[in-house]
């Protein structure tokens, strides 16, 4: 059983930054971050491929980053110039099965998931 322990988030300003991180135990090819607010589904923000290879959503590009931890399956969601809408509560999420790990991929095809952990951002 493949079990996800995440850590960071927090209450920043507009324009603030803050870093997320995941930990996976087993045998991991995709890692993800999605977020969620009330009253909507559940969207991707950012995934890695163990290869290191790693897509964005629109929303975020040029503001958040992921990367590899040099741990074995160990992320980080690095996020720059954040704003108010960027507040949510964001999971980590993993899957071992080779399906495509790009943001777009239906959450429902991740099979492990993070607690969460909550990010807002104030005006």
């Known amino acids: 059983q493949v079990q996800l322990v995440e850590s960071g988030g927090g209450s920043v300003q507009a324009g603030g930054s803050l870093r997320l991180s995941c930990a996976a135990s087993g045998d991991i090819y995709c890692m993800a971050w999605f977020r969620q607010v009330p009253g909507k589904a559940r969207e991707g923000v950012a995934m890695?491929?163990?290869?290191?290879?790693?897509t964005y959503a629109e929303s975020v590009k040029g503001r958040f980053t992921i990367s590899k931890g040099n741990a074995k399956n160990t992320m980080f969601l690095g996020m720059n110039s954040l704003k108010p809408e960027d507040s949510a509560m964001y999971y980590c999420?993993?899957?071992?099965?080779?399906?495509?790990?790009?943001?777009?991929?239906?959450?429902?095809?991740?099979?492990?998931w993070g607690q969460g952990t909550q990010v807002t951002v104030s005006s």
């Open positions: 890695v491929r163990s290869d290191g290879g790693s």
């Open positions: 999420a993993a899957r071992s099965s080779a399906a495509p790990c790009v943001v777009g991929v239906a959450a429902s095809s991740f099979r492990y």
